[in-house]
């Protein structure tokens, strides 16, 4: 069964920065487009990042370009979101996926990891 697994969470300060991994269980998701997603207390699951399988191309929502960074080492089956400059409004439980456009591909979805700005 292949599995995601994200850790780099924590409470900060409002421009503080934090830098998630997320490492996937075998090489599966090797040739997939991959993406970050948050969820915010009472709301959806939104996207937040996504790139190539070669880690090439990458994307973001409006909200984080600029601040975001997402990367990935296939070696290491692992996707990274580094976030500089964070806002109160990025509080959320954030999970990687394999990622088609902004919508999540599948149901691959690990614990996820909490991250809290404080202002």
């Known amino acids: 069964q292949v599995q995601l697994v994200e850790s780099g969470g924590g409470s900060v300060l409002a421009g503080d920065s934090l830098k998630l991994s997320c490492v996937a269980s075998?090489?599966?998701?090797?040739?997939?487009?991959m993406g970050w997603f948050r969820q915010a207390p009472g709301r959806s699951r939104e996207y937040v990042a996504r790139?190539?399988?070669?880690?090439?191309?990458?994307y973001y929502a409006d909200s984080v370009k600029g601040r975001f960074t997402i990367s990935r080492d296939n070696a290491k089956n692992t996707i990274y979101l580094q976030m500089n400059s964070l806002k109160p409004e990025d509080t959320g439980v954030y999970y990687c996926?394999?990622?088609?456009?902004?919508?999540?591909?599948?149901?691959?979805w690990g614990p996820g990891t909490q991250v809290t700005v404080s202002s």
């Open positions: 996926a394999p990622a088609l456009g902004e919508e999540p591909l599948g149901d691959y």
């Open positions: 790139l190539s399988w070669n880690g090439a191309n990458t």
């Open positions: 075998t090489p599966f998701f090797r040739d997939y487009a």
